[in-house]
């Protein structure tokens, strides 16, 4: 059973930064990607970032590239979102999903206008708000 629990939302003055986890369990780790979304109100949800666990290869938005930067613990099967410079336009409820991996998987997100749909599996959400 897939479980995905991200935490490490809050509230934080434009400029700052902020470090989410998605931490993982119920399947095999290095099997999947995981991803960031985020959702703001009024707004479809959108991808932010992923990391493929069996190669490493990672794809970024372009909104959030140079500020943003996921990693992952494979001892602690957690990804992390560090986020930094925010901007109010980041305010969102953030998501981590996960979807089986496959070859080429990260480049094919980068051409998805809907990435979330391949992603099969997802936690709850983590408020985060910045002020301006």
């Known amino acids: 059973d897939v479980q995905l629990q991200a935490s490490g939302g809050g509230l934080v003055q434009a400029g700052g930064s902020l470090r989410l986890s998605c931490a993982a369990s119920?399947?095999?780790?290095?099997?999947?990607?995981i991803g960031w979304f985020r959702q703001a109100p009024g707004k479809e949800r959108e991808g932010v970032s992923c990391?493929?666990?069996?190669?490493?290869?990672?794809y970024y938005a372009d909104s959030v590239k140079g500020r943003f930067t996921i990693s992952s613990d494979s001892a602690k099967n957690t990804v992390y979102l560090q986020m930094n410079s925010l901007k109010p336009e980041d305010t969102a409820v953030y998501y981590c999903?996960?979807?089986?991996?496959?070859?080429?998987?990260?480049?094919?997100?980068?051409?998805?206008?809907?990435?979330?749909?391949?992603?099969?599996?997802w936690g709850q959400g983590t408020l985060v708000t910045v002020s301006s």
């Open positions: 990391i493929s666990m069996s190669d490493g290869t990672l």
């Open positions: 119920g399947f095999t780790f290095d099997d999947y990607a």
């Open positions: 999903a996960a979807a089986l991996d496959r070859p080429m998987l990260m480049r094919k997100i980068a051409t998805m206008a809907r990435p979330e749909r391949i992603f099969g599996s």
